[in-house]
């Protein structure tokens, strides 16, 4: 007997939805980002618009100042769909979670001087306020943003905010105990150095224009907190105390990197689609940034003290060439 | 001049590595077969590691296409920027 094998090429009849297809200028196959992103949000047939803002449809264009011909010209270069961001996080998390294990299995916290682990509980423990702030603000900016494009991503900044609040939250527990957490809350309701900043991330939560919340936000505070707190902070805490409590912060400091890449891009795009759209991020940039400059001076003044002016003034000076970068001049 | 080729198991992954190629040698031809694509060029072939990234979205070892790959021919010159193939002799 005798046993031909034969290969049959089977090809699809079409690589890709009609919808994504008509986007990438042909039948061409697709990737999970593009397929989960383009064109996904209802766009059509809503007959009644919300009893709670008969002003405005549904998913509407015109709840911000920012006016985009295609929503979907924004681009996440991370290319996050719920797939690939739910593993991209569990790599980082994994990263932190072997960070924290050795400083737990080594007992570097007990080793850590009264004065650093009075400092890292004093700072980072009322962050976590701020980060759940950043929750909310990106689940108000994904609920009333336009597009998939870029309020998918958002809702997923915004679930990071809240990983990072535990993290905060787990820093606070192992370097002191729950009452630290009391503490840190006491502070950041009733402590002069956190008012300015409180007040900050309150005053966002009314900001009825989504895309003024996203320069706030995602741009003007976490652009200058992060490089201040979780850089330049945490380089002077290593610096007395060794890397202990910079290996706590881990996360944060790895999510930024991650992070920025998706409001450069963001910002970038609104910014280039016309010069109405550029001016107006530039107001909103700047008033934003003038705020939060204020608000983080006495953070950053509890850890660096006389240093800290040096250091708001170099942070400011990488804010502008990042937003140069993006096409801002601020 | 001979050809040199490099073929992958046809993945998602993959999709984006082929794409990086074609960006960075206009003259290669892509040959599509059933769950396999083999990139042929002549003379010389380069992977280049930022290209990649960039079409992936996310940061990438020239190791990780070792994966999907299947099969190659030429003399391979590899560091951790690029990954060329070409007839060296």
């Known amino acids: 007997m005798q046993i031909d094998l034969r290969t049959v090429s089977i090809t699809p009849l079409r690589q890709t939805f009609d919808h994504v297809a008509k986007r990438l200028g042909g039948d061409k196959p697709a990737s999970r980002y593009q397929e989960g992103t383009l064109d996904v949000q209802a766009k059509t047939n809503y007959h009644y618009r919300p009893t709670w803002d008969p002003a405005h449809k549904i998913f509407d264009e015109t709840r911000t100042a920012i006016k985009m011909k295609d929503w979907y010209a924004f681009k996440d270069p991370r290319q996050f769909y719920y797939g690939s961001w739910t593993q991209a996080r569990a790599r980082l998390q994994e990263t932190a979670e072997g960070d924290i294990e050795f400083v737990e299995s080594r007992g570097l916290a007990s080793n850590l001087s009264a004065a650093v682990r009075k400092l890292a509980l004093e700072l980072y423990v009322p962050l976590r306020h701020v980060e759940w702030g950043a929750n909310m603000n990106n689940a108000s900016i994904c609920a009333y943003g336009f597009g998939t494009a870029i309020t998918a991503p958002a809702q997923f900044q915004g679930m990071d905010r809240l990983g990072s609040a535990q993290y905060l939250s787990r820093l606070g527990l192992l370097l002191g105990g729950p009452d630290d957490l009391a503490a840190a809350k006491n502070a950041w309701l009733n402590a002069p150095a956190w008012q300015e900043l409180r007040r900050y991330v309150e005053d966002t939560f009314v900001l009825s224009d989504w895309f003024e919340l996203y320069v706030a936000q995602n741009l003007a505070l976490d652009g200058l907190m992060f490089p201040l707190l979780f850089k330049r902070v945490d380089d002077h805490l290593t610096s007395q105390a060794g890397p202990t409590v910079s290996m706590l912060t881990r996360f944060q400091a790895d999510w930024f990197v991650d992070a920025s890449k998706w409001v450069d891009a963001t910002i970038k795009t609104a910014a280039a689609e016309s010069a109405e759209n550029k001016a107006q991020l530039e107001a909103w940039t700047r008033a934003w940034t003038a705020r939060a400059a204020k608000a983080l001076q006495p953070v950053v003044a509890m850890a660096l003290g006389d240093a800290a002016a040096g250091a708001m003034e170099e942070a400011m000076t990488q804010f502008k060439a990042r937003c140069a970068k993006a096409g801002l001049s601020v | ?89």
């Open chain 2, 1 to 89: 001049m001979s050809t040199v080729f490099i073929a992958f198991q046809r993945t998602d992954e993959v999709r984006a590595i082929v794409e990086a190629i074609m960006q960075d040698n206009p003259a290669a031809q892509i040959d599509e077969q059933p769950g396999m694509v083999k990139v042929n060029a002549d003379g010389r072939l380069v992977v280049k590691r930022a290209t990649v990234e960039e079409k992936l979205g996310r940061d990438f070892d020239l190791q990780e296409m070792h994966v999907h790959l299947i099969t190659l021919s030429g003399n391979i010159d590899e560091d951790d920027d690029q990954f060329v193939l070409a007839w060296k002799h």
